[in-house]
T-cell receptor, first 112, second 111 residues
């Protein structure tokens, strides 16, 4: 298996633009997590899905952020409109159950 | 709700010295606990995990951790640091499928 695949690896966008981050989890994994990593706040759990259903989105910072998982092999995290304070590395991770999570390489987002 | 506290955001050791990275957790149920390592510009990779079997857990690269329920701790150790161990280390707790990370500890290894 190729592991968790995130795209793009780097994204630079202007403030106010819509940004969509993509994730393909490992086949057979039934849970998917989106994290945001910054120097100031560390690794924050934004949202997690189980069997494609959002279970806990309490970490989503505000209504500008939304996440979907239309099927077991794909998830998106969307920011609309983007702001400079959204600049961070966004990680997607998947797990086959209540065990270790496998992380993607991350998307480095810069909003200018 | 579960949480993780890592004591010390930066730890510096000499090559060959003992590595000790501290982690305390809170959880309302018996937890699953993990240590991850992150090298620059990379994602996180699993070092070791505790899933209610043996309390002393051995991981990759010579690391191990001991689960102490009475102290709610899961400290990470390695007897002899190597230059390649320089990275950021994260402790995490999983409860009902939700995986929460500590703030991370950056380990520096001096020659």
């Amino acid at each position: 298996d190729a592991g968790v695949i995130q795209s793009p690896r780097h994204e630079v966008t202007e403030m106010g633009q819509e940004v969509t981050l993509r994730c393909k989890p490992i086949s057979g994994h039934n849970s998917l997590f989106w994290y945001r990593q910054t120097m100031m706040r560390g690794l924050e759990l934004l949202i997690y899905f189980n069997n494609n259903v959002p279970i806990d989105d309490s970490g989503m910072p505000e209504d500008r952020f939304s996440a979907k998982m239309p099927n077991a092999s794909f998830s998106t995290l969307k920011i609309q409109p983007s702001e400079p304070r959204d600049s961070a590395v966004y990680f997607c991770a998947s797990t086959p159950g209540d065990t270790e999570a496998f992380f993607g390489q991350g998307t480095r987002l810069t909003v200018v | 709700a579960q949480s993780v506290t890592q004591l010390g955001s930066h730890v510096s050791v000499s090559e060959g010295a003992l590595v000790l990275l501290r982690c305390n957790y809170s959880s309302s149920v018996p937890p699953y606990l993990f240590w991850y390592v992150q090298y620059p510009n990379q994602g996180l990779q699993l070092l070791l995990k505790y899933t209610s079997a043996a309390t002393l857990v051995k991981g990759i690269n010579g690391f191990e951790a001991e689960f102490k329920k009475s102290e709610t701790s899961f400290h990470l150790t390695k007897p002899s640091a190597h230059m390649s161990d320089a990275a950021e280390y994260f402790c995490a707790v999983s409860e009902w499928g939700k995986l929460i990370f500590g703030q991370g500890t950056e380990l520096s290894v001096k020659p």
